[in-house]
């Protein structure tokens, strides 16, 4: 999730420092060369089908699955050579884009992956179609903690691809207080080292934790009082960012940031200085699942696809690529997995307080608070 | 070309119908979001909003006169011995100027914040020395910085291009009459290259006051630019029309400076508009 300028960290490379990305695994050994006819063999029987020849359309955030670069698997790719079905693939960087786009009926996709708030959008206004469950027997591998979510309550339309938590990023050097609150984040001594997301409802979100409120508040006046929460912090601040953060955090140019817990691995393999840590007012959770959008053309293909992207293999190379927390249970117990066990993915519940997922929010409420954030820029 | 003949008419069929689709049908579209609400009905409110923008339109046209003026103080020199240069010289330098722009827009300024982090390549070097770190990047000299670099080809190229076609014989003739160097820049050089210099602002300043992303990297939350406000409003998707009206008072002033400028260049600044 909003990992896109990640390829431009690539070039930067050669400017100035060393950017070790988390998904290179190196640990892989079964992936060197001959994976594909490795991982082909043992499936080959569940997945010869009729389909081979037609096409599959899937439609997912950038850097969002394993794409064979260095030494990974190139899911795509196994996928292909599997079932003969050949696969487009295209990016989306917000669940806004992928939503206009599909709404507008120019493009039709077999396979979206959005995120819960999202999903709960499209399901109202019906723009998904049910799974067929019958055909997607790994389904028994997601954990029964991502099962029957609010976006979803009886498992119908959505598979569980990835999860992920909202912490606080801190450089050590600079930071040498303990740190358990976003509180930090309106600290006087720190400014001009505080970076915020460059986004609404994700910088909201900590205003709102700290005034101990609803994020799916539909009362004016609690987005009044954030908004006035987060003008105070403006001065403070370096800069608002979304993928730049990488770039500040690794390179020591700001002392505190909020991001995603999978994304802080990635930074920490290039800075050992920074340290992570969910705050205890409280934080966002997110569930980004796989959906089929009721326009799709090859929904059998979809089906196998999702099956397929479940396979304890296929997910343990996503899981390891994208970094983020995985929903699948034969992922996460898997004697392979590098992350296993890691506390930042996989917290247990007592170490992290008051988790709140993002809901679809009624328009004029989402129109209000637009308002109130372009004040905030202005501020 | 009075009587344009059949075969010139199907020559240029392409190019009006590039223009009308590409130019005049996204024009006609900006203006109507710009009149209408979310509903489509027609209203004055979004162009009434505009009056909450004043600061950040005054702050994107100040940052881009600084920048334009800039550039044209330091493309000047650079122009005129490029085209004093041997053929071969020149080629290389032409070259030189046209490299970074392989690269994209976004690309080249992105790396411009690695350039200017606090533990950024300059900041690391000057720390060598015992001086700093300095406070480059969030600053405005940053912003106005990344509008120098990436639009710094669209002033020397006209102006070059002109250069080089002024009459050597010109030159000896005014030396001949008594001109000394100097007198020879102001009286014969720059009146000549005015065109090159009209086009070149305009080139320079045009995007540089609606650009978008510079400010949003090389900046901080006190540099926010109108292009980028823009670029937000579109983003959300709530506010379009307040985005299109913004996008149509901005052109408007872009309008209204460039023909300012035209009637101060007098007429030999008329022969090249963008």
Not at chain 1, 97 to 103: G, N
Not at chain 1, 278 to 287: D, L
Not at chain 1, 354 to 362: P, S
Not at chain 2, 223 to 242: A, C, E, P, V
């Amino acid at each position: 999730m909003k990992k896109r300028l990640i390829s431009l960290f690539a070039l930067l490379i050669a400017v100035c420092c060393v950017f070790t990305a988390c998904g290179a695994p190196d640990v892989k050994s079964d992936t060197d060369g001959n994976s594909i006819s490795g991982i082909a063999a043992s499936l080959e029987s569940k997945y010869t089908t009729s389909l081979a020849g037609t096409t599959l359309n899937v439609f997912n955030w950038g850097e969002y699955i394993s794409d064979g670069s260095d030494d990974s698997m190139d899911v795509i790719a196994e996928f292909e050579e599997l079932t003969g079905i050949q696969v487009n693939y295209d990016n989306f960087e917000s669940n806004e884009t992928m939503y206009s786009k599909l709404q507008s009926g120019a493009v039709s996709y077999d396979i979206i992956i959005p995120s819960d708030y999202m999903i709960e959008r499209m399901i109202s206004e019906d723009l998904l179609q049910k799974l067929d469950f019958s055909k997607i027997p790994n389904y028994k591998f997601i954990d029964e903690k991502y099962k029957n979510l609010y976006f979803d309550e009886n498992n119908e339309y959505s598979v569980p691809y990835n999860v992920g938590m909202v912490g606080l990023i801190y450089n050590t050097t600079i930071v040498t207080e303990e740190v358990d609150s976003w509180e930090i984040m309106w600290d006087e001594k720190y400014a001009d080292q505080i970076l915020t997301f460059n986004n609404s409802r994700d910088a909201f979100a900590i205003a709102q934790f700290m005034l101990g409120q609803d994020l799916n508040s539909t009362n004016k006046e609690d987005w009044d009082k954030a908004a006035d929460l987060l003008k105070e912090q403006t001065p403070l601040l370096q800069a608002r960012v979304m993928d730049e953060v990488f770039n500040k955090m690794e390179g020591g140019n700001a002392a505190i940031a909020p991001y995603y817990a999978g994304d802080f691995l990635t930074m920490y393999d290039a800075n050992e200085d920074l340290a992570f840590v969910y705050p205890k007012e409280g934080t966002n959770i997110f569930v980004d699942s796989i959906c089929v959008p009721k326009n799709a053309q090859n929904y059998d293909a979809a089906m196998l696809f999702i099956n397929f992207l479940l396979e304890p293999e296929v997910g343990l190379a996503n899981a390891e690529y994208i970094c983020y927390a995985s929903p699948n249970t034969a992922v996460v117990n898997h004697e392979d997995y590098s992350l296993k066990g890691n506390e930042i993915l996989y917290p247990d519940d007592e170490a992290v307080a008051n988790t709140q997922y993002f809901h679809d929010i009624d328009p004029e409420i989402r129109s209000y608070y637009e308002k109130l954030w372009e004040e905030i820029l202005r501020s | 070309m009075k009587h344009s003949s059949l075969g010139t008419k199907i020559l240029n069929a392409p190019y009006i119908l590039w223009s009308v689709l590409f130019i005049i049908v996204p024009l006609v579209i900006v203006v109507y979001f710009a009149f209408t609400d979310q509903n489509g009905a027609w209203t004055l409110a979004n162009i009434a909003e505009i009056k909450d923008y004043g600061e950040i339109l005054l702050r994107s046209i100040g940052y881009a006169v600084v920048a334009t003026l800039i550039t044209l103080v330091t493309s000047y020199p650079v122009a005129y011995f490029m085209s004093k240069a041997k053929a071969r010289t020149q080629a290389i330098m032409m070259m030189l100027i046209m490299l970074p722009m392989w690269m994209n827009l976004l690309i080249r300024t992105y790396s411009w914040t690695t350039i200017l982090e606090k533990n950024g390549i300059i900041n690391t070097l000057l720390g060598y020395l015992g001086i700093g770190p300095l406070p480059l990047i969030g600053t405005s000299g940053a912003v106005i910085l990344g509008m120098i670099y990436n639009y710094i080809p669209y002033m020397i190229l006209p102006i070059y291009t002109i250069m080089v076609k002024i009459d050597p014989a010109l030159l000896e003739a005014a030396s001949d009459l008594g001109s000394n160097g100097f007198d020879r820049l102001k009286r014969v050089i720059f009146p000549l290259s005015l065109p090159g210099v009209v086009s070149g602002i305009t080139m320079v300043f045009v995007p540089s006051v609606s650009t978008f992303y510079i400010a949003d990297k090389l900046g901080s939350t006190k540099t926010l630019m109108i292009g980028d406000m823009i670029q937000k409003k579109f983003d959300i998707n709530l506010y379009s029309n307040t985005g299109a009206a913004l996008s149509f008072v901005l052109m408007l002033i872009i309008l209204i400076s460039l023909a300012v400028m035209h009637k101060f260049a007098g007429e030999d600044g008329e022969a090249i508009i963008v």
